[in-house]
């Protein structure tokens, strides 16, 4: 009878700025498996405040399983004035975060079960957050089958764009999925791209004309990823 032990995963974070005069690198969690998936720099203008933001998924916080965990961080990579984790006791994968305007607040979305087990629904989750940290509000998006946003920013219209995979939706096993929600999370239009086999958006962004841009994986035997 044999065993295996798991890697255990920390955060860091590497701070190098061409002017910087002190950078810095720090690592964050606990004793189970946490990680990050996104960092930004954050300005909250009427707190006079800066520094970084961070979203992941921690299992060592938290109600239980994986959780969204959001770190709040100053210039110098020390927690504060706030962490925190949201989820539930079945797992939630956070994987991006951006500052809102012109609240100072933060938009999060990933991903979460929906149930136990690895056989369990997966919807993607969206959460608006105060500038302290606490939820405005949140809404989960997808049908029965496996779906996620691996992307999300604000858009002129102070709404939201949202990119990721689905499998409840289009054309293939897992297709492209782009969701565009108002100020309040609500779907506006939602598309799906892709053909036959597994197809997925990491990231997007709006253009200046409007539109966006997306970087995506399509698998098929001569392409790997499209933009």
């Avoid at 969690?29 to 921690?58: K, M, Q």
């Avoid at 991006?96 to 938009?107: L, M, R, V």
């Avoid at 136990?116 to 998006?141: E, H, T």
């Avoid at 108002?182 to 004309?209: E, R």
Wanted: with cysteine; net charge negative.
């Amino acid at each position: 009878l044999g065993f295996s032990m798991l890697p255990m995963y920390r955060v860091e974070i590497v701070a190098q700025e061409v002017a910087a005069t002190d950078p810095w690198a720090k690592s964050y969690g606990g004793n189970l498996n946490d990680w990050a998936s996104c960092v930004r720099p954050f300005y909250a203008g009427y707190l006079g405040e800066r520094g970084y933001v961070i979203a992941g998924s921690t299992n060592s916080f938290g109600a239980g399983g994986s959780d969204f965990w959001v770190l709040k961080l100053d210039t110098a990579g020390n927690v504060g004035p706030w962490e925190h984790t949201y989820g539930t006791t079945n797992d939630e994968w956070a994987y991006s975060i951006q500052e809102t305007s012109p609240d100072y607040g933060y938009i999060v979305a990933g991903q979460r079960a929906v149930g136990a087990g690895i056989f369990a629904d997966l919807d993607a989750w969206v959460l608006k957050l105060y500038p302290n940290g606490n939820i405005q509000w949140q809404k989960a998006y997808g049908g029965p089958g496996w779906d996620g946003f691996d992307s999300i920013q604000q858009t002129s219209d102070g709404g939201y764009i949202a990119a990721g995979f689905t499998e409840s939706f289009g054309a293939g096993q897992q297709d492209f999925w782009v969701s565009k929600l108002d100020v309040d999370g609500n779907v506006m239009w939602q598309k799906t791209y892709g053909g036959p086999g597994f197809d997925a958006a990491h990231c997007i962004q709006q253009t200046s004309d409007g539109g966006y841009l997306s970087l995506i994986h399509i698998s098929e035997p001569t392409r790997q990823a499209e933009i």
